[in-house]
């Protein structure tokens, strides 16, 4: 077990990279600069961005998941954060038309940022890494199956740049704790 791991840590490095991680100052700005944000992703792509949806709440931003009963318009000064790590998905491609036809701006993370709706975008985030789409044969690069390299780098860039965000914002540990729900 431990040589796997050791693999897999030597698959991470390179989505955890200084070029990668500077990244997260243009999507900071676009976080920081948006009256409302609403995050999407399909499968486990969507698990991530929930997450991200979740510590953007913890640092005190106007967030919302698509999909969620009380996800409100978004229009004008708003940012639609999404995960197209393939580059297309026809659900994300179309949420990504309605919301830059409402005045929206789109950012969008993805393994391959040539695709189709990472092109559509204003913000693109690449994320160097195997996803289902390129997961078989002599295109496969990890260890992991289908996506799972892909989605472990969104985790962990998220983390990044919530930390990067946090201290941007000048939000406290304690009051990233204060908002975390009572409900569980």
Known sequence: MTDLAE???DELRPGLAPDVLAQTGPLVREITGAR???????????LMMRALAMRLYHLGCDVHVVGDMTAPPLGVGDLLVL????????TVAALLGV??????????LTAEPDGPVPSAADLVVHLPAQTMAADQGEAATSILP????????????????VLELRDQLGVSPEAMRARHTNLE
């Not at 995960?83 to 026809?90: C, I, N, Q, T």
């Not at 289908?146 to 740049?161: C, I, P």
């Open 99 to 108: 919301s830059r036809d409402a005045g929206a701006r789109v950012a969008c």
């Open 7 to 9: 693999t897999l840590l």
């Open 36 to 46: 409302r944000i609403a995050c999407y992703g399909v499968g486990r792509e969507g």
């Open 83 to 90: 995960s197209a790590g393939p580059g297309d998905f026809s």
């Open 146 to 161: 289908m996506g799972s390299l892909y989605e472990a780098l969104m985790f962990l860039f998220g983390e990044v740049l």
